[in-house]
């Protein structure tokens, strides 16, 4: 025992140096204003141990000193209290004091009194729980060690419960905080804090995760000393040995403890609880492992052990969970191959975006010809592409800027509007490198740009709009970029309905052609017709064949356009020739895509001959710009169809760029100039050279030359002295039906020999 004497009031202070055992002494403070008893109790407890351990013995001469030492010393175990001191009441109100106004139900009371006959009421000994009261001539030595020996017993049980308590409600709040983490940082640092609160001690700890299939453990959680480790490899502890420790406690078995080693630490792997890997039908692949480390400076007491391995647990689950979630989150939101968000992932980054939206720009971007590079590279060059171009597009668009794939080679960037407003430009020029580390590719990318200021609607209508922008731009070409405009849904609602009111006007056989004469400036005699194609829709509307032969194009409708205008032309010629004017040729437009068909020369040519029409009767029309967009291929054809014996005419010449060079590579029979070139002929001398160049130009080709939209006598007469051979136009005739031929054949003069006209043709 240690003993502090009342030298001088207060006499709290222990009289001697702390022995280094008095950290983990008992203390007992003896209140009496009798000097005398505070010596001899001094006397009574020299020695005295209570289960090995020595014990403090602080004394007070007043209710008052008490109280200070008290506060001051919190641990104090038992108070030996004269009940009856100068001030009558003093020893009761210190009583009441401790357990009312400091809250303190551990600390043992025993009252004393040298007065007999004043001893306090039962019920105030009850009610302030006091545990014993002794008068002091019964306080030989043993009563006094039988009494320390009672009263310290029960305050070391109370503190226990107290503390185990204190721990319970900890452990539930923890593990009710657990399960409302999000991720995986957030319960890993709140496992740390935790564990910490419920030893004792100040947080400072790893949590560790070592996911399947890879090579090195990564720290999630970190607290203390050790939280510039947060997520950085394991290695980063440089403690080679104590790395090797907790790499052993992730393999760990679970229910297996710990290798005994002499560590003071706290090492704990954290595994799933069975129920939650093998439940609910969840078979889900759980190798990821965890694990908790937290150095401490003695081990801990049995009960602590269990309440953290009862927190461990639940955590540990509760890990597994999140790892569950993250995965199913992965396969959900995130592309495998490019490891960027998904359709989904970039959706859902939108729904969260909120009212920022509107100051976001949505960027498509396409690989051009994306198809081809599959078959000429194969699949997994492809791929390898693909993710380089994904690495680019993250490199380049910025931390600020979102990258998701949203399909097979179509990539989304959203991003405030002055990240994406020079960003790729030079890329939809130029092209974008990308290589595999063997193959290098240039790739060219089609855009669709929405500016979301712009446009006002639900993500996903955000989306639908750019592909259906990027599905604009793509059929303008390669590296093409199309651009939102306010209105365009409702041009693209036109559109639609009137490609669907095509596709059924094609099926009823509603489209119709007119012809319109041609005719051979030298004598004015009839050299055939143009064939074009009119439709008037179910309103009774016109619609110009400008529009439906880019919306035919479009919808992939022009090859049953073709079809049809051939048909119907084929049968126009029958009654040319039934009026004994099978010389003439019937002229038909192909459409520039068309002309990718392989097959088309002898489509024709079976078509022609399934009619009893010779090939010689047909000229086909195909216009510059057309050929333009695949010369080679166009040439080909147009070689194809000479050689079946159609004649081939190049229309709208003089707008579609094509060099001399090119002209000479085409096998063509006739160049049909522009009306464009005959605006102004016979008005101003200068605007005559270049129709006379194009003249001079088909001359010095071989070719023949006719002009179109010939509408005035002027021009009739410039064109024929010129050396134009043949000319269209309002001047000779406005496209009519077919219907109509017989009567105005009839009206012209064309007719051979036939005075009587025959039956109009339905
Ligand atoms: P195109 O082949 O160059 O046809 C000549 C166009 O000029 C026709 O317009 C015709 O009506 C118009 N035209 C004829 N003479 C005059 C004139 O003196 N003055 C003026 N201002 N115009 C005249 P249309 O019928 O509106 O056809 C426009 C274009 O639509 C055609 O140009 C052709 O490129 C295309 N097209 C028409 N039918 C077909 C078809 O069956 N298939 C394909 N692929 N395209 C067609
Ligand atoms: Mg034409
Ligand atoms: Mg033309």
């Given at each position: 025992m240690s003993l502090t004497f009342p030298?001088?009031?207060?006499?709290?202070?222990?009289?001697?140096p702390r022995h280094p055992a008095d950290a983990h002494a008992l203390k007992v403070l003896t209140v009496d204003d009798d000097a005398v008893f505070r010596r001899s109790m001094a006397f009574a407890l020299e020695g005295y141990q209570f289960q090995g351990r020595d014990i403090t013995l602080l004394q007070a001469g007043s209710a008052a000193q008490a109280r200070t030492l008290l506060v001051a010393q919190?641990?104090?175990?038992l108070l030996l209290l004269d009940v009856v001191m100068e001030d009558g009441d003093d020893g009761l109100m210190l009583v009441r004091h401790v357990r009312e106004a400091m809250g303190r139900r551990d600390i043992r009371i025993v009252l004393l009194t040298g007065?007999?006959?004043?001893a306090p009421m039962r019920d105030v000994m009850r009610n302030l729980d006091v545990n014993e009261y002794w008068h002091k001539t019964e306080l030989g030595s043993d009563r006094l060690e039988a009494i320390l020996n009672a009263n310290l017993r029960s305050h070391q049980f109370i503190r226990e419960a107290l503390q185990t308590r204190r721990q319970l409600e900890h452990l539930l709040a923890a593990v009710d905080g657990a399960s409302h983490v999000p991720d995986l940082t957030g319960l890993s640092q709140a496992l740390l804090v935790d564990v910490a609160r419920l030893l004792g001690l100040p947080s400072e700890g790893l949590v560790v995760m070592w996911p399947a299939h890879t090579t090195a453990a990564l720290v999630i959680g970190a607290t203390g000393r050790y939280a510039e480790l947060q997520g950085r490899p394991l290695d980063a502890l440089n403690d080679p040995a104590q790395v090797l420790r907790i790499e052993q406690a992730l393999t760990r078995q679970p229910g297996t403890s710990a290798p005994p080693d002499h560590a003071m630490d706290l090492l704990m792997p954290l595994h799933p609880s069975s129920a939650l890997a093998h439940g609910q039908g969840l078979q889900v692949d759980l190798a990821t492992l965890f694990a908790l480390w937290m150095p401490r400076r003695q081990p801990p007491a049995p009960n602590e052990t269990e309440m953290v391995q009862l927190l461990v647990a639940n955590v540990g689950a509760q890990m597994h969970r999140l790892e569950l979630i993250a995965k199913l989150d992965r396969l959900a939101y995130?592309?495998?191959?490019?490891e960027l968000p998904n359709r989904n992932g970039l959706l859902r980054r939108m729904h969260a975006a909120g009212e920022r939206l509107s100051t976001m720009v949505l960027q498509f971007e396409d690989v051009d010809q994306f198809s081809h590079l599959n078959l000429m590279l194969g699949f997994e060059t492809t791929n390898r592409l693909l993710q380089g171009l994904a690495q680019r597009l993250r490199d380049e668009a910025g931390p600020e800027v979102l990258v998701a794939r949203v399909d097979n080679d179509t990539f989304a960037l959203l991003g405030p509007r002055d990240r994406l407003d020079t960003r790729l430009q030079r890329h939809r020029s130029e092209g974008i490198t990308v290589s595999d580390g063997h193959f290098s590719a240039v790739l060219h990318l089609t855009g669709a740009r929405v500016d979301l200021a712009l446009f006002d609607g639900p993500p996903e209508e955000i989306l639908s709009t750019a592909r259906y922008l990027l599905n604009d731009a793509k059929r303008r070409g390669w590296s093409q970029e199309v651009a939102y405009r306010p209105g365009m849904e409702a041009a693209a609602r036109d559109n639609y309905r009137l490609g669907q009111a095509l596709h059924e006007a094609l099926r009823a056989g509603e489209i119709h052609i007119a012809l319109q004469p041609q005719v051979?400036?030298?004598?004015?005699t009839l050299k055939g017709f143009e064939a074009l194609a009119r439709w008037t829709d179910r309103r009774g509307h016109e619609v110009s064949p400008v529009t439906f032969i880019a919306l035919a194009e479009a919808s992939g409708h022009i090859t049953a356009l073709f079809t049809q205008v051939l048909r119907q032309s084929c049968l126009a010629w029958q009654v040319l020739e039934s009026l004994g004017l099978g010389h003439l040729r019937v002229a038909v437009n192909l459409s520039a895509l068309q002309l990718a068909t392989p097959t088309l020369a002898q489509d024709i040519a079976d078509q022609c001959a399934h009619h009893g029409v010779p090939p010689a009767a047909i000229e086909l029309e195909v216009t510059e710009s057309a050929v333009m967009l695949d010369p080679d291929g166009a040439a080909a054809q147009l070689a194809r169809l000479r050689q079946l014996g159609f004649e081939v005419a190049l229309d709208d010449?003089?707008?579609?760029?094509?060099?001399l060079a090119r002209l000479r590579s085409f096998d063509l029979d006739w160049l049909k100039i522009d009306r464009a070139f005959l605006g102004e002929i016979g008005q101003r001398p200068d605007h005559e050279t270049l129709p006379d160049m194009i003249v001079t130009l088909s001359r010095q080709l071989g070719l023949k030359s006719l002009a179109e939209g010939v509408e005035t006598e002027a021009q009739r007469l410039w064109l024929t002295r010129s050396g134009c051979l043949a000319a269209q136009g309002l001047l000779f005739g406005a496209p009519m039906a077919v219907s109509a031929l017989p009567a105005w054949l009839h009206a012209q003069g064309h007719l051979p020999h036939t005075p009587a006209l025959p039956a109009p043709l339905a």
């Open positions: 030298a001088s009031p207060p006499d709290s202070t222990p009289a001697r919190p641990d104090i175990a007065q007999p006959g004043m995130q592309d495998p191959l490019t051979w400036l030298g004598d004015g010449f003089g707008t579609g760029f094509s060099s």
